[in-house]
């Protein structure tokens, strides 16, 4: 079964961290390109980062500097480290692998950053 599952997610307090995890199963992991999404309340999914097959990264300039993304393709799982959280960054934040046409989703896990 073709699936992305997201865990990791919870409530922090600003300036405090997380590190989300997505477990893909059912798909060649290592040759796709993995990358987190976020959605907040009244707002569209915008990217947060993406890494490449090859191990490229990219970030929304909002993150630079505060969020890491990595990945293990042993444990067919993509990671996001998150430091330095702000209120702002409260949303569902979701996991997602692209190869080819192929298009997944997970679910996506809940962050809430308030004190």
């Known amino acids: 079964q073709v699936q992305l599952v997201e865990s990791g997610g919870g409530l922090v307090q600003p300036d405090g961290s997380l590190k989300l995890s997505c477990a893909a199963s059912?798909?060649?992991?290592?040759?796709?390109?993995m990358g987190w999404y976020r959605q907040a309340p009244g707002k569209q999914r915008e990217l947060v980062a993406n890494?490449?097959?090859?191990?490229?990264?990219n970030y929304a300039d909002s993150v630079k500097g505060r969020f890491t993304i990595s990945r293990d393709n042993a444990k067919s799982t993509v990671y996001l480290q998150m430091y330095s959280l702000k209120p702002e960054d409260t949303a569902v934040y979701y996991c997602n692998g692209r190869l080819a046409t192929t298009d997944i989703w997970g679910k996506g896990t809940l962050v809430t950053v308030s004190s």
């Open positions: 059912g798909i060649f992991f290592r040759f796709f390109a």
């Open positions: 890494i490449t097959s090859g191990g490229i990264t």
